[in-house]
């Protein structure tokens, strides 16, 4: 890659000579999420690469806000959690685990939750959100209201998630589009049609 060759000056993102980092989902009963160089071709799934460790973390602390993914590293096949070797942490208490380790969520639904995460990271947000506002409204009419606020805020995380990547792109646009000469009619149409997940790189899905 020339960039990695001649090293410019100003080319601070790969001054530490690091590939770089990816959004993992592994493939496992109860998968997990997290920030990885690494690429291992065992089924997991990769989102990126990502030129800006800005968005990429925020992008992943977004995943985890509005989402309730098992934080920890242990192995939660159906051995280790019939046998309960795993205990509930902290996570699960404050709601932002739904305790897999102990088996308090089937895999079909964890499964579910992972297919909204994967088209939530190619920018299929309407699915993630219509569901959430769902649980929120059953919530506020049953009355519980500190449930139904925790679906608010992780409604307001994926309008930030959202505004976070316009923002961070927006800047890069500018130039190109001059450059190509898009009529005013045909600029809306552009806009609706674009995902970029970093300044200066597309996502990439690694299978």
Known sequence: MWLKENKPHYNINLKDDKSFPYIRITKEPYPRVFITRDIIKDGSRYF??????????????????IFPIRSCDFLLDKQTV????????????????EGPCEGLVPINEYSNMIKRIKDFMKGKTNLTESYLKSKMLISSNEQRYEEAAMYRDQINAIESFKSLSIEKNISCLVIPIAKVGFSDSSLPHFFASLRIFSSSTNLLVKP
Do not use: E, F, N
Request: glycine share 2%; hydrophobic share 30%; proline share 3%.
């Open 48 to 65: 990126g690469p990502y030129t800006d460790v800005y968005v990429l973390r925020k992008s992943l602390k977004a995943v985890h806000k």
């Open 82 to 97: 019939q046998s309960l070797k795993v205990d509930l942490c902290l996570d699960y208490h404050i709601k932002k685990c």
